[in-house]
């Protein structure tokens, strides 16, 4: 089976994503998504007390993604790191600490 992907970068496949809408409250906390591309659908209970019951599977290779309160959710890039490529802050932060680093240690 072929994985859909949004293209290739770094030789690094990104499912394209598939977006859930909330489509129902069963109670205060409980909400019912559903994939607008597959037939995913979950029942998702809201913190303190988290719970994810899985209706139906759908695609299972997609990412899916949702958001309530007006916002969407756009397209994702992932962006691996080349070899020993370490931001000056974070390498600062290990020096803090007492931890060297080296290119040679990032492979």
Do not use: Y
């Not at 409250?25 to 559903?34: D, F, K, N």
């Not at 994702?76 to 390498?91: F, I, S, T, Y």
């Amino acid at each position: 089976m072929e994985v859909p992907t949004t293209g290739l970068r770094n030789g690094v496949r990104l499912p394209t994503p598939h977006e859930m809408t909330r489509t129902g409250t069963l109670e205060p906390g409980v909400e019912e998504w559903s994939c607008t591309r597959c037939a995913r659908r979950l029942l998702l209970r809201r913190p303190p007390e988290f719970e994810k019951v899985v209706l139906e599977r759908g695609d299972e290779w997609a990412m899916h993604v949702g958001a309530t309160g007006g916002l969407r959710l756009g397209p994702v890039e992932a962006h691996p790191a080349g070899p020993g490529d370490l931001p000056a802050q974070d390498r600062g932060w290990l020096a803090d600490l007492g931890i060297e680093w080296t290119p040679d240690d990032a492979g």
